[in-house]
């Protein structure tokens, strides 16, 4: 997945950049650059948010 494909997400899941910026323990400008593709994620980037998306879709779908 590329980082306008995990904005999209986020975004469908209602989740804001400074959250994921948070669980990431990166800044939300990181967040962005990140998802506009002026960046590649990095590996160990890209599975935290993926992990962390996957839970919060999960505990939504829960409740």
Do not use: C
């Not at 986020?10 to 990181?30: E, T």
């Not at 967040?31 to 879709?57: A, D, G, M």
């Amino acid at each position: 997945m590329r980082g306008k494909q995990l904005k999209i997400l986020r975004i469908q899941h209602d989740i804001k950049a400074k959250d994921i910026a948070l669980a990431l323990g990166v800044s939300k400008a990181y967040i962005s650059i990140l998802e506009n593709e002026v960046q590649q994620i990095p590996k160990h980037i890209y599975e935290k948010w993926t992990t962390y998306i996957e839970t919060v879709s999960n505990n939504i779908t829960i409740n």
